[in-house]
């Protein structure tokens, strides 16, 4: 008589009792392989994945895409200090009396399209957020 050591307890629900066997190419292997490889996932998790979640979700690398969007976050930085440096330039010819109109007015134009561009690049994100999670 043996006796039960523990152990992980048999799985009732959710089991994965079901098999599809799959050949593919070498060229497309490799489209596979490199896929698992940029999005840090198994093999059969990517094929699950895509066959049951096709357009309800995207497979990303979390690590990558958060180091592009840290990098976006940050140009947006800088993009944001440079306008303060130029609005207090400007505020300082102002006071001079030496800031024309037509400064004035290339400067409020840029700043618009820097604005508009923000709010596009903000709806971006969101729509990205909505696609990413399943």
């Given at each position: 008589?043996?006796?039960?050591k523990?152990?992980?307890?048999?799985?009732?629900?959710?089991?994965?009792?079901?098999?599809?066997?799959?050949?593919?190419?070498e060229?497309e292997?490799?489209?596979?392989?490199?896929?698992?490889?940029?999005?840090?996932?198994?093999?059969?998790?990517?094929?699950r994945r895509?066959?049951?979640?096709?357009?309800?979700?995207?497979?990303?690398?979390?690590?990558?895409?958060?180091?592009?969007?840290?990098?976006?976050?940050?140009e947006?930085?800088?993009?944001?200090?440079?306008?303060?440096?130029?609005?207090?330039?400007?505020?300082?010819l102002?006071k001079?009396g030496?800031?024309?109109?037509?400064?004035?007015d290339e400067y409020?134009?840029l700043l618009?399209r820097?604005?508009?561009?923000?709010?596009?690049?903000?709806?971006?994100?969101?729509?990205?957020?909505?696609?990413?999670?399943?």
């Amino acid at each position: 008589m043996t006796r039960n050591k523990g152990g992980r307890p048999p799985v009732v629900e959710g089991k994965r009792s079901f098999k599809i066997d799959v050949r593919f190419t070498e060229a497309e292997y490799r489209q596979v392989e490199q896929l698992e490889k940029q999005l840090g996932l198994k093999k059969t998790e990517l094929v699950r994945r895509k066959l049951l979640h096709e357009g309800k979700g995207l497979a990303v690398n979390a690590g990558e895409l958060m180091n592009l969007l840290d990098a976006i976050s940050l140009e947006l930085s800088r993009s944001g200090n440079n306008i303060n440096q130029l609005a207090r330039y400007a505020n300082r010819l102002q006071k001079r009396g030496l800031l024309s109109p037509p400064v004035i007015d290339e400067y409020t134009r840029l700043l618009r399209r820097h604005e508009n561009e923000q709010m596009e690049l903000a709806l971006l994100f969101r729509k990205m957020i909505r696609c990413l999670s399943p």
